[in-house]
T-cell receptor
Framework: KQEVTQIPAALSVPEGENLVLNCSFTDSAIYNLQWFRQDPGKGLTSLLLIQSSQREQTSGRLNASLDKSSGRSTLYIAASQPGDSATYLCAVRQDTGFQKLVFGTGTRLLVSP | DAGVIQSPRHEVTEMGQEVTLRCKPISGHDYLFWYRQTMMRGLELLIYFNNNVPIDDSGMPEDRFSAKMPNASFSTLKIQPSEPRDSAVYFC??????????FGEGSRLTVL
């Protein structure tokens, strides 16, 4: 059974810092991996989708990498801003039954001005 | 596109009452998912549909829960009778094949 872990559970940084959020998964037979952010009381917003054949994806200040063989993905946020404060979740799609995303428990990020 | 639209945003009801949550997926998307989010259990997949047909309902907690998708632009999740332990945020999400999953804003359910 696929298990997705995100460490740390919470992170607090001053504005302007570059930071890395981690996502680990136990079964490397994944189809793709998606990063989301969730603001309090809101739904999940898709940030980046990485296919299993890809190593990384970039969108603005965000860069997500994928190392399928080691069961790891990272989300790099450059020059963090207070508006980046949110909970970040990763979710993996399996090779089989690939519509069933398995979510991590998230990292709660606070960027202080 | 307006995105995935859910209603109601908030629902407070008493134990034993019937609750109906509604979802309009993004036009053109062929997959629709219902998730439940709680502090204790995180995000749980309840059921998903492909082209309006339920594919996997193994996450539905018990017979009190039912979901329908009568057409490509509408789905409901019904709880009858509701119980306090059903209190959670219920999300609807949609995607086109295996591409990005898009979520609605959620329906926050409180059962007293």
């Amino acid at each position: 059974k696929q298990e997705v872990t995100q460490i740390p559970a919470a992170l607090s940084v001053p504005e302007g810092e570059n930071l890395v959020l981690n996502c680990s998964f136990t079964d490397s037979a994944i189809y793709n991996l998606q990063w989301f952010r969730q603001d309090p009381g809101k739904g999940l917003t898709s940030l980046l989708l990485i296919q299993s054949s890809q190593r990384e994806q970039t969108s603005g200040r965000l860069n997500a990498s994928l190392d399928k063989s080691s069961g790891r993905s990272t989300l790099y946020i450059a020059a963090s801003q207070p508006g980046d404060s949110a909970t970040y979740l990763c979710a993996v799609r399996q090779d089989t039954g690939f519509q069933k995303l398995v979510f991590g428990t998230g990292t709660r990020l606070l960027v202080s001005p | 596109d307006a995105g995935v639209i859910q209603s109601p945003r908030h629902e407070v009801t008493e134990m034993g009452q019937e609750v109906t949550l509604r979802c309009k997926p993004i036009s053109g998307h062929d997959y629709l998912f219902w998730y439940r989010q709680t502090m204790m259990r995180g995000l749980e997949l309840l059921i998903y549909f492909n082209n309006n047909v339920p594919i996997d309902d193994s996450g539905m907690p018990e017979d009190r829960f039912s979901a329908k998708m009568p057409n490509a632009s509408f789905s409901t999740l019904k709880i009858q009778p509701s119980e306090p332990r059903d209190s959670a945020v219920y999300f609807c999400a949609s995607s086109f094949t295996d591409r990005e999953l898009f979520f609605g804003e959620g329906s926050r359910l409180t059962v007293l």
